[in-house]
């Protein structure tokens, strides 16, 4: 059973709302897209985990969102719950409560200029193709 962590609840509800309107219909499920790779990614879900203040829920799950708005459009209660989201990120990363592992992408695009770090399996398989290998992005040498 969920331990309702009430400091963390309140926290979140003085500062976003919003989440006291969502009376849990599931409509924004439906059309949700990140939904359709995990019950724990919907909207809905998010939002009464918000509610229960889960420190887990907005250190992995709340990350998992294709940005659609379709949640936007379908809730009859103007929830606007990917906008709710955005809020909650907001609210993660200024309380350092993000998992690591979901910043790593990040990190890798501001470290090396690539979505996936370079590496020797990469360029054995370019070689194969008979592509070029490839190198150090220039310009991220230059602000080292
Ligand atoms: S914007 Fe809303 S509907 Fe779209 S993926 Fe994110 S949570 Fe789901
Ligand atoms: S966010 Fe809106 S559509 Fe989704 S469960 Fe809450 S009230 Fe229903």
Same mark, same amino acid.
């Given at each position: 059973?969920?331990?309702?962590n009430f400091?963390?609840?309140?926290?979140?509800?003085?500062?976003?709302?919003?989440?006291?309107k969502?009376?849990?219909?599931?409509?924004?499920?439906?059309?949700?897209?990140?939904?359709?790779? !995990?019950?724990?990614?919907?909207?809905?879900r =998010?939002?009464?985990?918000?509610?229960?203040g889960q420190?887990?829920?907005?250190?992995?799950?709340?990350?998992?969102?294709?940005?659609?708005?379709?949640?936007?459009?379908?809730?009859?209660?103007?929830?606007?719950?990917?906008?709710?989201?955005? =809020?909650?990120?907001?609210?993660?990363?200024?309380?350092?409560?993000?998992?690591?592992?979901?910043?790593?992408?990040? =990190?890798?695009?501001?470290?090396?200029?690539?979505?996936?770090?370079?590496?020797?399996?990469?360029?054995?398989?370019?070689?194969?193709? !008979?592509?070029? $290998?490839?190198? $150090?992005?220039?310009?991220?040498?230059?602000?080292?």
């Amino acid at each position: 059973m969920t331990q309702i962590n009430f400091e963390l609840r309140n926290e979140l509800v003085k500062e976003i709302p919003e989440l006291l309107k969502c009376f849990q219909c599931g409509t924004c499920v439906s059309s949700c897209l990140a939904e359709r790779y !995990g019950k724990a990614y919907s909207p809905r879900r =998010k939002i009464l985990m918000a509610l229960y203040g889960q420190k887990d829920m907005l250190a992995k799950e709340l990350w998992r969102c294709l940005t659609c708005n379709n949640c936007n459009e379908r809730c009859p209660q103007e929830v606007n719950p990917y906008d709710v989201l955005v =809020k909650l990120k907001n609210f993660a990363v200024k309380k350092g409560l993000v998992d690591e592992t979901i910043l790593q992408p990040e =990190k890798t695009v501001t470290e090396t200029g690539r979505s996936l770090p370079l590496n020797e399996r990469v360029n054995n398989q370019r070689k194969e193709l !008979g592509l070029n $290998e490839l190198k $150090e992005i220039d310009e991220l040498k230059k602000l080292k």
